[in-house]
Nanobody, 123 residues
Framework: VQLVESGGGLVQAGGARRLSCAASGLIFRGSSMGWFRQAPGKEREFVAGINWRGGSTYNTDSVKERFTISRDNAKNTVYLQMNSLKPEDTAVYYC?????????????????WGQGTQVTVSS
């Protein structure tokens, strides 16, 4: 199983960025997907999740109304659209996959991980 994130980089506060995660080697349609992030000196935190069909999503409180997770099962890709970015959103963002169809809400639900992509928001 391989998860490859892209789209990270440097962005000014208030700007937007879209992260992509291309998945291979798993039954993408059978897997709920998620995005996590880890800032320096902090634990990895769950940002957003989406079930296999895309009809159920979850965003952590700190990104609600700003971040949107979506997926394209035809392309085996999951996205994280990030708007109104803040300096505190600076982190390495990780894509992760479960072997569950239902929405994964816990870190332990996720069994496959990407290498991460750095997002830096300047003030």
């Amino acid at each position: 199983v391989q998860l490859v994130e892209s789209g990270g980089g440097l962005v000014q506060a208030g700007g937007a960025r879209r992260l992509s995660c291309a998945a291979s080697g798993l039954i993408f349609r059978g897997s709920s997907m998620g995005w996590f992030r880890q800032a320096p000196g902090k634990e990895r935190e769950f940002v957003a999740g989406i079930n296999w069909r895309g009809g159920s999503t979850y965003n952590t409180d700190s990104v609600k109304e700003r971040f949107t997770i979506s997926r394209d099962n035809a392309k085996n890709t999951v996205y994280l659209q990030m708007n109104s970015l803040k300096p505190e959103d600076t982190a390495v963002y990780y894509c992760a996959a479960t072997d569950l169809g239902r929405l994964g809400l816990r870190r332990n639900d996720y069994v496959y991980w990407g290498q991460g992509t750095q997002v830096t928001v300047s003030s």
